[in-house]
């Protein structure tokens, strides 16, 4: 085709495929322009130079990136300002599709030229949302559309089911011989020179794997006329955004008596929680996913490991999966506003147990439902566990904390990333001694009833006696509680006095003496006992570009408060259990001796003693009375 001369002819400078994209500029609409002698000179050849900047960060700190040139021409102030975010290691394919045509035609100010596009695969024109019996012009199976049309309907196609067209074009383009740009460096920037004229895909085809937005597939022209359409540019700048997301982990655990795998029936969970020995602690692991918009950053792993501290056991059968669009679904675990929900049945993730770890790990069919339709969604792991009523349970300030890590890798990653977070149970006790006010009791007489006066169930707030189980003299594990008094554990102390009851939940307690050694009294009135948890907060890992040098790998692990315990409204000591401090609940507990009682003789004798004086007092007023009649 020979050369032609144009003045203003409207052609692309590149055709912008997205609403996603930033700084590519979009075409206008393709008019004829009157000849004078600006000449296509198809044998010239042009190059594409892509900056990549991270324009979600860039945004967040606060730069306005409206202000930059979109003309298909460097921009410095935007190299310049956007430095600090460019993004490294991003891979841009690209296919010429179309040949450059130009046709011209005599118009009211003389001949007009304007340029069209040709396309000879009518496989693309479908995937490109082209109609071949629209196009402007038909030569040789070849169908010609102008910049418009070409940007028109690519618009729509990518916004009416964007993730499927991006990967059918990227699918295109690796089947018809795509050519790779070297990966972006460090200041952002790659390009390709030496291109014959023509229309360039040009498709993102990897990506690292916090940037998730993957941009949108767009079209360049080489050449392309400046903006005052005076001119031709074969070397083109441009500058496509791309938006960067990380997958989230957060683990809670109940720290209300009722709640539930199948919801926290609106209460939060939090990072500790207080429990009992024997009780069902429920767990909630949370992660939102990010954005997955093609298959340059498609999940190939997304597998959670679970390790609980020796004091619990996991029950396996209670694992379940819920799928959420809100946060605010998900942090209460409303399971009747999931979107999904997954069952061990489904073969949508698996579960196995080793010792005291759990995997839950989203199987290929998982993945499958998960890439693209869960983007930006979260799921929550919903488990249980049951904790032991061995001294495996640690109590006091140490706790037993309950670590999970989400171990990622995309298809875009040649290694695994990972996040981690941790909640802890708190349990405690009582380390009662019993003393008699003359040494000489037998403490293993005495025998104590516990009740726990705040635990709630549904919501309400009543009295349980605490169950428990005896391991050896003195020594208690408790196992649950009951509101049948008969069902309740008599507590008694061992030859030396002590009782040690393992596997209290932070509440308010009331200690009942029941019986004691003969000779002794009873306590008047029942021991309140006030337990009090310790006070922590968890902060988990943050992802960042690969995550495995992120900076915030690890939990943060704070306490601001240690357990506190009180006994009768007073402060009480709390003792170390192992080389966990504040443990157990410091209680002593003294029973004085009766009043003697006599013996029957005596009783009698005393009772005619004070016979004898109650007879002379009457006598005494009979006669102090007569001798007052006689003054008289």
């Keep these: 085709m020979k050369n032609i001369k144009l003045t203003k002819v409207i052609t692309s400078i590149a055709i912008a495929a997205s609403m996603t994209m930033t700084m590519v500029p979009a075409v206008s609409a393709a008019d004829y322009g009157a000849a004078t002698y600006d000449t296509i000179d198809m044998t010239k050849t042009g190059s594409i130079t892509v900056h990549k900047y991270d324009i979600t960060a860039a945004t967040k700190a606060g730069v306005d990136t409206s202000v930059y040139n979109n003309d298909g021409k460097s921009d410095t102030k935007a190299e310049t300002d956007l430095q600090k975010y460019a993004i490294q290691g991003i891979v841009f394919s690209y296919l010429k599709v179309a040949d450059i045509y130009t046709e011209s035609k005599t118009t009211a100010n003389g001949i007009g030229v304007r340029v069209l596009y040709g396309f000879n695969d009518t496989n693309l024109i479908g995937d490109l949302g082209l109609d071949t019996a629209s196009a402007e012009l038909t030569k040789n199976s ?257 706790g037993n904390p309950n670590d999970v890590v989400l171990t990622y890798s995309r298809t875009n990653t040649t290694y695994e990333d990972t996040l981690k977070d941790e909640a802890i149970v708190f349990s405690y006790g009582i380390d009662l001694g019993k003393t008699f006010s003359d040494n000489n009791g037998d403490a293993t007489k005495v025998q104590f009833v516990l009740k726990n006066t705040s635990r709630k169930t549904d919501g309400q707030t009543a009295d349980y006696y605490v169950v428990a189980n005896k391991a050896a003299d003195g020594q208690y594990h408790v196992t649950g509680e009951t509101t049948n008094a008969d069902d309740a554990t008599v507590f008694s102390p061992d030859n030396n006095g002590k009782i040690n009851v393992y596997g209290l939940e932070e509440n308010s307690y009331s200690l009942t003496e029941i019986a004691t050694d003969k000779g002794y009294n009873l306590l008047k009135d029942a021991i309140t006992i006030e337990i009090t948890k310790t006070d922590v907060v968890i902060n988990p890992s943050i992802a960042t570009v690969r995550g495995e040098n992120n900076a915030n790998a690890d939990v943060i692990y704070t306490q601001n408060k240690s357990a506190s315990s009180k006994v009768d409204t007073l402060s009480a000591t709390m003792n170390d259990k192992g080389d966990s401090h504040n443990a157990l609940v410091k209680i002593a507990v003294e029973n004085n001796k009766k009043f003697p009682i006599p013996a029957t003789g005596v009783i009698g004798t005393f009772a005619i003693t004070i016979g004898g004086f109650a007879l002379i007092a009457i006598g005494l007023a009979f006669a102090f009375g007569g001798k007052k009649k006689v003054e008289e």
């Design 142 to 398: 070849t169908y010609y559309y102008t910049s418009t049309e070409i940007n028109d309907a690519l618009k729509d196609k990518l916004e009416n089911s964007n993730t499927a067209t991006k990967n059918t074009l990227e699918d295109y383009i690796k089947a018809n011989g795509v050519k790779d740009m070297t990966e972006t460096s460090s200041t952002g920037v790659t390009s390709v020179d030496k291109l014959p004229v023509g229309l360039y895909m040009v498709v993102e085809t990897y990506v690292p794997e916090d940037v998730t937005y993957t941009t949108d597939p767009f079209m360049v022209s080489i050449p392309s006329t400046t903006v005052d359409g005076q001119d031709w540019m074969y070397d083109i700048n441009v500058y496509p955004k791309n938006q960067t997301d990380y997958p989230t982990l957060d683990k809670k655990v109940a720290d209300d008596d009722d709640y539930s795998s199948e919801g926290n029936n609106g209460h939060a969970l939090t990072d500790t929680a207080s429990v009992s020995e024997g009780d069902i602690a429920d767990y909630r692991i949370t992660s939102k996913l990010p954005a997955i918009i093609s298959k340059a950053s498609y999940f190939t792993k997304y597998t959670f490991a679970d390790t609980l501290a020796k004091g619990l056991t996991y029950n396996k059968d209670s694992v379940i999966l819920y799928w959420y669009d809100s946060k605010a679904d998900a942090d209460i675990n409303d399971t009747a506003k999931a979107i999904a929900t997954w069952t061990q049945d489904k073969n949508k993730f698996t579960v196995t147990v080793q010792d005291n770890k759990m995997t839950v790990a989203i199987t290929a069919d998982g993945l499958s439902e998960i890439n693209p339709n869960y983007a930006g969604k979260y799921v929550v792991v919903s488990y249980n566990a049951t904790v032991k009523s061995t001294d495996d349970l640690i109590l006091g300030d140490n």
